[in-house]
């Protein structure tokens, strides 16, 4: 049953990166005092908005200096890392905590897997279709626009938990925030905080994802385990006929929350008190700070559409000119020669078959996720969705890393000292840890497929990225496993092998 609904899942994710263009990213806020919030209903979704921009003074919420809605106690900006990002189009740039935040500009796309996850989705309203999912489609949006024109909340979108609705102000424009526990199902559970504006004709989607497992994990009363609808999945707990969500919100505004659901909170706040709107674009004001490119192409002859999104980085505070161009350059490379792939391909099957009446498009989607933790270090996984027809599309993740001190890529064996067999420690490690993931998912393991696929051979360890604690080590569809497992992250600890890192790698930063 579980295999069963990892296939469900993993095809439910693939169609939502290809419905999904994204750009994430973060915001400075300026709001007014308030003693209150947007009222709500007691359903998760239920609102009522001010009628007057008179009523909308009084609802427009203040940020509390540490944290929205928590009493958090660690600022963010003691993080070592901060990264800024900026959308020329759509007339913002913002500043992140890199440290604690990775950017991606696709939900599906993650460098390390686990992390908090910034996501900003940037798109021309006019572009909008009239069934795009969760209410963002262009009539909705047209209509939320004018709303927040005029001071008030305006549509319903999303599964917005009903007491977190509110109305923020960004200067000269309103903004609406909410956030999200679960859609669709009693059994489902997410951590979202999401931040929605219009501006220069675009709509500005910001979405900062707490890691589900770690908050369940780190606040455990608020959920259960074995019940009749949801089996053993830790769900929110059933009280009296209605689910814990309200007890864990007034946590939330309380402060009385754990470490992990802090620096979620403290992330947000620091996004939300970073967006420069309708400004001269201040590029100096994180360490690195970069913007999407985004690559659109379509050829009807052939039947292909492609939509390819990757990162260009503009500055950096301790950066050389010299260094960001062959950053720039070498990223740039990775994409084109991914998306020129695709083309041939294209190209090579000729004409469509005018007998072929299932109607879909050949498609192309290239996104990207970056950790930027520190002042040296790029860790990049570009992320390629294809279908050109049959039961699903391929899905293949790469990766780059880059020093940017140096000025130079990093490979794998530059992380470990010479004499040490790094192959044999991170297949060992890698092995057992897919192991206990396949179990823990409900599957079973194949002895020889992890072999051959997690086996002491370079070729199996191309694909990798670095956090400010973890080697990542990514493994693809049909790798290690059946694509119903989809593919794999396994995080070794910098501490598991901190007597045989290379002394003058990037990693010496990050050990204590």
């Known amino acids: 049953m579980k295999t069963k609904k990892l296939l469900i899942l993993t095809s439910l994710a693939v169609i939502a990166m290809l419905i999904s263009s994204c750009v994430f990213t973060s915001c400075k806020i300026s709001l007014k005092e308030n003693d209150g919030a947007v009222s709500a209903a007691s359903d998760n979704t239920g609102s009522s908005s001010p009628e007057s921009i008179k009523d909308q003074e009084e609802a427009v ?41 990775v950017f991606s500009n696709n939900y599906f796309v993650n460098t390390t897997g686990t992390d908090i996850v910034l996501v900003v989705q940037v798109k021309k309203i006019s572009d909008l279709s009239s069934d795009e999912a969760l209410g963002y489609d262009k009539e ?69 994802i707490a890691d589900k497992d770690g908050v369940i994990e780190s606040m455990p009363e608020y959920f259960a385990a074995g019940t009749e609808n949801c089996g053993e999945t830790m769900a929110w707990k059933m009280q009296e006929g209605k689910n814990s969500q309200d007890d864990f919100y007034d946590a939330l505004q309380a402060g009385a929350v754990s470490e992990r659901v802090k620096t979620w909170l403290n992330s947000y706040s620091y996004i939300a008190e970073n967006i420069q709107v309708n400004e001269a674009i201040d590029l100096t004001g994180g360490e690195i700070v970069f913007s999407t490119v985004k690559d659109i192409n379509s050829d009807i002859a052939l039947n292909y559409d492609i939509l390819n999104l990757y990162p260009q980085f503009s500055s950096g505070n ?151 604690d973890y080697l990542v080590i990514k493994f693809a569809q049909y790798q290690v496993a059946p694509y119903a497992f989809g593919t794999f992250n396994v995080k070794i600890p910098y501490t598991d092998f901190r007597g045989d890192i290379n002394p003058e790698s990037v990693l010496t930063a990050y050990l204590d």
């Open 318 to 468: 301790k950066i050389s000119t010299g260094s960001l161009s062959v950053l720039n350059s070498a990223i740039k490379e990775l994409t084109e020669v991914q998306k020129e792939q695709f083309k041939k391909y294209i190209e090579e099957l000729g004409d469509p078959d005018p007998s072929d009446d299932r109607g879909f498009t050949n498609t192309f989607q290239g996104d990207y996720s970056v950790s930027i933790p520190g002042n040296s270090l790029v860790s990049l996984i570009y992320a390629v969705y294809s279908y050109t027809g049959g039961a699903h599309g391929a899905f293949t993740e790469f990766s780059f890393n880059y020093d940017t001190a140096a000025g130079k890529e990093i490979m794998l064996p530059d992380l470990f000292k010479p004499e040490f067999d790094y192959l044999k420690f991170i297949s060992d490690f890698s092995i057992n840890d897919l192991k206990s993931q396949m179990l823990e998912m409900g599957g079973s393991y194949d002895e020889k497929w992890l072999e051959n696929g997690a086996g002491p051979d370079a070729n199996n360890y191309k694909t990798f990225t670095l956090s400010k």
């Open 140 to 208: 909705t949006s047209l209509k939320d626009e004018t709303a927040l024109k005029e001071g008030t909340y305006g549509e319903d979108v999303d599964f917005a938990y009903g007491p977190s609705k509110k109305v923020v102000k960004i200067k000269d424009i309103y903004a609406k925030e909410f956030i999200v526990f679960g859609r669709y199902e009693a059994c489902d559970s997410v951590f979202e905080k999401h931040l929605i504006f219009y501006n220069n004709g675009y709509q500005v989607i910001i979405t900062l």
């Open 61 to 101: 919420r203040s940020i509390p200096e540490n944290g929205p809605d928590s009493g958090a106690s660690t600022p963010v900006s003691e993080n070592k890392g901060i990264a800024g990002f900026y959308d020329d189009e759509a007339g913002f740039k913002m500043n992140y905590p890199s440290d604690a935040v």
